[in-house]
């Protein structure tokens, strides 16, 4: 193939989304986080193939102070996604556990110390039960400063997991509609990232 440098480089959609996602955590996040001089770790739930590997791995490093400091635990039930994000993400300090996502606490030796637990398009639209006790898992994986953030596609699944959540005794510290983000051409009202929220346990 020949390439035309007088003609615009092809845009990477993904890579637009972690960048507004990027630029996203850093102003949601970054105000509520507490890391009292100890290392950042991540829980990433029902994660895919992880897109938000890298992302969640640089803002979590900046936070902290430095990316070895930083580290992530990504799970999801789908064999291949997370074979994918291992072939991918190797490199990152991260585990890509083969996991239900509902009985993440079977893991003990994980421990419950995690300072972000992170669902990106949380799915609660399908599943409703299922989705709480997600959210249940993952909050009993926080530490006592830790930060519970969801992104959602849509406006109404939003209200309904906020809902969930602190019916589930978690607040919710903000809530922000992601300006700019990429609109789904099959879907209409749907986008990535749409929504982002940050929550914690009610102190």
């Avoid at 509902?102 to 639209?125: A, C, M, P, Y």
Wanted: aromatic residues 6%; glycine residues 8%; neutral net charge.
């Amino acid at each position: 193939m020949i390439i035309d440098p007088s003609q615009p480089s092809p845009i990477d959609p993904i890579a637009q989304d972690m960048r507004r996602l990027e630029d996203t955590l850093k102003s949601v996040v970054t105000p509520h986080l507490q890391l009292p001089g100890k290392d950042l770790r991540i829980l990433n739930l029902a994660c895919g193939r992880c897109d938000e590997a890298e992302t969640l791995i640089k803002v979590g490093g900046e936070l902290a102070g430095a990316p070895s400091q930083v580290e992530m635990v990504a799970a999801d039930i789908r064999i291949r996604e997370i074979r994918q994000a291992r072939e991918r993400f190797g490199h990152l300090p991260a585990k890509f556990l083969i996991e239900d996502a509902t009985k993440i606490d079977s893991h003990g030796e994980l421990g419950d110390d995690f300072g972000l637990v992170f669902l990106r398009h949380q799915n609660f639209w399908h599943g409703q039960e299922i989705w709480k006790k997600i959210f249940d898992q993952g909050t009993a994986k926080l530490d006592k400063n830790g930060l519970l953030v969801i992104t959602s596609y849509f406006d109404k699944e939003h209200r309904l997991a906020l809902k969930a959540l602190e019916e589930l005794g978690i607040e919710v510290v903000e809530s922000r509609r992601t300006k700019g983000s990429r609109a789904l051409a099959d879907a209409p009202g749907k986008s990535v990232d749409r929504w982002v929220a940050v929550l914690r346990r009610k102190k």
